[in-house]
């Protein structure tokens, strides 16, 4: 298994930037991609951005330009940023972080709260 704790999240005004970071242990040799998700309230579930073992990115279009994944290994750890950048009323949302490992297997962590006040 992999645990995922995210942190970082909070109220911020409009054009502000945070930065949230995933902090994952357990299985993390067997992680590929990691990725940051967003659920905002009455819409799905969406990728923000994810990265791969290479250090390949995805973006949505929503945010590129203005957010920066990440990602770093320490000791029997893996950390996945997000730094967010001129953020907006749409970016309010929880954010969660993904892993997901070769074999299929996916573990969520259980979210933080961003909220951008305009």
């Known amino acids: 298994q992999v645990q995922l704790v995210e942190s970082g999240g909070g109220l911020v005004r409009a054009g502000g930037s945070l930065r949230l970071s995933c902090a994952g242990s357990?299985?993390?040799?067997?992680?590929?991609?990691m990725g940051w998700y967003r659920q905002a309230p009455g819409k799905q579930r969406e990728l923000v951005a994810s990265?791969?073992?290479?250090?390949?990115?995805?973006?949505a279009d929503s945010v590129k330009g203005r957010f920066t994944i990440s990602r770093d290994y320490a000791k029997n750890t893996v950390t996945v940023d997000l730094q967010m950048n001129s953020l907006n009323s749409e970016d309010t949302a929880i954010y969660y972080c993904?892993?997901?490992?070769?074999?299929?297997?996916?573990?969520w962590g259980r979210g933080t709260q961003v909220t951008v006040s305009s």
């Open positions: 993904n892993a997901k490992l070769w074999l299929g297997s996916s573990y």
């Open positions: 357990g299985r993390i040799f067997e992680i590929t991609d």
């Open positions: 990265i791969n073992t290479v250090g390949s990115t995805n973006y």
